[in-house]
């Protein structure tokens, strides 16, 4: 089992810039495509950004162009680093595995873009 600990969410200004980390509990986290997801209030979690581990990266539509997925599998963590936020983009934020662990879930990582 993968325990995955995420962590940088807080509240922004629109137009404003955050980096989230996702820390993986175990070494064997290099092998996985890693992937953050997000929930929205009274939304369904989805899939923003995933990233294999060669490092080649896909982005939803609406994320594409403003956010950028890394890794460095020397530490175990994957990075979102997200700019030009919108208000749209608020949402408890996780990281996963593609396709997800079901046992794998951490606790996210609040985002929330207001003025």
């Known amino acids: 089992q993968v325990q995955l600990v995420e962590a940088g969410g807080c509240l922004v200004q629109p137009g404003g810039s955050l980096r989230l980390s996702c820390t993986a509990s175990?070494?064997?986290?290099?092998?996985?495509?890693m992937g953050w997801y997000r929930q929205a209030p009274g939304k369904q979690r989805e899939l923003v950004a995933h990233?294999?581990?060669?490092?080649?990266?896909n982005y939803a539509d609406s994320v594409k162009g403003r956010f950028t997925i890394t890794r460095d599998n020397r530490k175990n963590t994957v990075y979102l680093q997200m700019n030009s936020l919108k208000p749209e983009d608020t949402a408890v934020y996780y990281c996963?595995?593609?396709?997800?662990?079901?046992?794998?879930w951490g606790q996210g990582t609040q985002v929330t873009v207001s003025s």
């Open positions: 996963n595995a593609v396709p997800s662990k079901d046992d794998s």
């Open positions: 175990i070494s064997i986290f290099s092998r996985y495509v």
């Open positions: 990233i294999t581990n060669v490092g080649n990266t």
